[in-house]
């Protein structure tokens, strides 16, 4: 059953419905404290800017004080800054409350190790088994844990991230900047404004229900065409807790994640930096592969997930890797995807090269491609499970090489994701249609 509990990317789902009603929520926090942590260790919990936070912090800040642990909480910030401070101030783990992407109804837990690191399928098992196994006990009080606001809030993540890069380097950008009302709405336009960039921010006043709603790096709508509109040389959306981003240049297109790992791994290439593999996933753009190679570059494909991206790196000495979605990874900068600092590095590459965002990203002329999201019916998981892997096998075996298909099940929300990419726009036009129409025939 260990399954049912950890998806893709933690532990997600609607507010409130199993694994994420309070009962079990303090099952979740014991069996992690079992698991990851030890007799008078430290935990560091986070959250981004959802208003059901509130509970999941109290929650789990309970569980965990019950198990002899103590808490130190950080209000909202990021992920990446998470990750950053479990690293940088030697906890034993992390907890992020956070559901990333989704809308404010959803909400999740990611854990990380002591070294920053979001946990390999062993250790999520392991959680998982405790939780199945154990019934939620308190400690005696003598036993119990000590809770502390954790005095750094945000600024010690502020300040290293402006470290990492020339100082002022940014004077004579002008960018929209669009923190999608989640948890890096105070750190991302104080990190941008501390390297003397002018911007203008937007999806900066979260109010508990706004995240993610029609903006970040999810709808870059609203960026685009501010930038479009405005005088701005570039567009920065990132999500709700600040893993992700994508960009748009001075015309409002879109940079996706596979171009901005493309004009990274470029760079430094040509620096002789890059001597290492790069890691992307499964679903990134046919052509994205093949450029890097032909750039000298060895390339590591893994599964869908910006940790699977991670461990492949650390398993093979490479730094850089990413996710079409926008989750970029520099282990150099940081151990998990951050999309502040992947901005920072695209906008410092411009700045040596003196190329424009427009210029660097049409460097990699990507095949073309059609992306869904379908919503299901989570009781006939099994039925579509197995129609996606013959979709995607029929297909591709049609398209001989031509192109490909991709349908699966999504790791972090009750939706199916189709991805077709291929030259002709009316065949993928048509195995659309085809997926459509079948897919609302299983039972």
């Known amino acids: 059953m260990s399954d049912l509990i950890f998806g893709t990317d933690g532990i997600r789902g609607p507010v409130g419905q199993y694994p994420l009603d309070p009962a079990s929520l303090l099952k979740i926090g014991a069996a992690a404290a079992r698991v990851l942590g030890k007799k008078g260790g430290k935990v ?14 109290s929650i789990l800040e309970g569980a965990l004080l019950s198990k002899g642990l103590d808490v130190y909480l950080t209000g909202p910030i990021t992920t990446p800054a998470l990750s950053y401070y479990t690293k940088r101030y030697q906890f034993d783990f992390g907890v992020m409350i956070s559901a990333s992407h989704n809308s404010y109804h959803d909400n999740g837990i990611k854990f990380f190790n002591s070294e920053g690191h979001k946990l390999d399928g062993e250790i999520e098992k392991a959680i998982s088994d405790a939780f199945y196994k154990n019934e939620f006990q ?20 502020i300040d290293y991230c402006i470290s990492r890069f ?23 336009p104080r990190i941008f404004a501390g390297l003397d960039a002018d911007i203008l921010p937007v999806g900066c006043s979260p109010n508990g229900y706004n995240i993610n709603d029609r903006c970040g790096s999810t709808s870059p709508g609203l960026v685009s065409q501010l930038v479009k509109n405005g005088d ?30 493309y004009i990274l791994a470029k760079y430094y290439k040509e620096k002789d930096i890059l001597n290492t593999p790069v890691a992307i996933t499964v679903t990134s753009n046919l052509e994205l592969k093949k450029s890097l190679q032909k750039l000298g570059i060895t390339v590591i494909e893994t599964d869908v997930g910006d940790k699977n991206v991670s461990s492949a790196l650390r398993n093979s000495g490479g730094f850089l890797g990413g996710e079409t979605s926008g989750h970029i990874i520099n282990l150099n900068y940081n151990e998990t995807g951050d999309g502040t600092l992947a901005a920072l590095q695209v906008l410092l590459v411009m700045k040596e090269s003196n190329k424009s965002l427009k210029e660097l990203s049409s460097e990699l002329i990507v095949v ?17 499970e197995n129609f996606c892997h013959k979709f995607t096998q029929e297909k591709n075996n049609e398209l001989h090489g031509e192109g490909r298909v991709l349908a699966r099940l999504s790791g972090t929300e009750p939706k199916v994701r189709l991805l077709i990419e291929c030259e002709d726009l009316e065949t993928q036009d048509r195995y659309a249609d085809e997926f459509i129409g079948q897919l609302g025939k299983l039972k």
Do not use: C
């Open 44 to 57: 560091i919990i986070a959250k981004d800017t959802r208003v059901s936070g509130y509970i999941f912090e």
């Open 368 to 384: 073309p491609s059609k992306s869904l999201n379908i919503e299901i019916d989570l009781a006939k998981r099994h039925s579509i």
């Open 138 to 157: 308190f400690l005696d009080a003598d036993s119990v844990g000590k809770a502390k606001r954790l005095p750094l809030g945000v600024n010690n993540y």
């Open 232 to 261: 701005y040389q570039v567009g920065v959306a990132i999500d709700g807790d600040g893993d992700r981003v994508v960009l748009t240049d001075e015309d409002g297109s879109v940079i996706d994640g596979d171009k901005i790992v």
């Open 166 to 188: 020339p100082g002022h380097f940014l004077s004579g950008f002008k960018l929209v900047l669009d923190a999608s009302h989640g948890g890096g709405f105070k750190s991302a």
